[in-house]
Each structure stands twice: as structure tokens, then as C-alpha cells.
């Protein structure tokens, strides 16, 4: 059997033409050769739209989760190479800092945070690590703090006053509840 290539005006056999589920033949209109052409002619012309919906069809197929990709994600994720590779991605992307640079900083402050001065193992034995403080406007490093400490500057958005406030309210010993609702 064969069809006549609306495009290239050539009669050619229905193997030449691909599949297609939008015609009664189940055949492309244009030839093979003819489609190519075009979708060649395309790309290079929309090259960046291309890229993007070819890297959207990757996150695509990457987010589908089964079983097996779960299990090759959890074990990718506990070699321990991983971890030092993903812990190395993370502080340069982050704070521009390698994994090398941040455990001279842990040895410089003898592995202990800098406000309560406990070692993370002592701060938060649930997690026990150091992590990186610093300034959010100008991205420059203060130190390592543990957890704790970590999260009480960052509840506090950094604001001195707020921690100022703070230790005068824990200092003023002013038990203001227990005045309001009697002894």
C-alpha cells in the first residue's frame, strides 16, 4: 500500500509514514523524512523551549515514585560517599564554603557552639552536628551553633532587640501571670 506526502508531494509506502492515532489510516500526514525536516527546523528555532520541556519531561518521569526508585533513592541517600558529596553540595551552594573549610571551622572552635559552648553531641544528641550561622543580608558566616541556638536566633529573625527583650523579660523575675490571676 502507499500514501502521497502532502508535504514533499512524493508517493511512498505506508512504512514510511509514522504511527498515528489522529487518522483513520493510523498513519502520519507528512513522510517520515518530511516530519524530521520540520521538527529539525523547530528546534532550532524554539531551541530554549525545547530544552525546558525536554528537562520538564526528565522531572516528570524522575518524580514518579515506585517502589524501586524509593529503595534506590534510600540507599543512594545512606552511602556514606553520598552524604559527604550531598553535605559538600549543600555548603558551597548554600554559604559558599567547602566540606574541608567547615570542619576547620568545627576544629577552630573546639567542635563546640558558640553561645552555649557545648559540643553538638551535648546540645542535641538527636542530632548531633553544627550548623552554619549567618547573616542573611549580607551572607557572611558568624560561626557554627547547634541546633538550639540555631533556631533561637532564627525565631528571633536576628534581631537584637527581640533577644534584648528577652533577657530583660527572663531577668525581671516579674511573674505577671501569677499577679493577675491571684495566689
Known sequence: ??????KCKTEKFLSDFGKSIHTKSGKTSWCLNCS???TRKRYSQNKETFEWKKKSRLRDKIRKRTPERSKYLKDYAANPVTKERMKENHLIKTYEITLTQYKDIVLKQNKMCLICEKTAE?????????YVDHDHITKKIRGLLCQKCNSMLGLCRDSVEILEKAIEYLKSNNYYLTTLIGD
Open 122 to 130: 551535648e546540645a542535641t544528641p538527636s542530632t548531633p552536628r553544627l
Open 1 to 6: 500500500m502507499t500514501k502521497i506526502c502532502p
Open 36 to 38: 524530521s525536516a520540520a
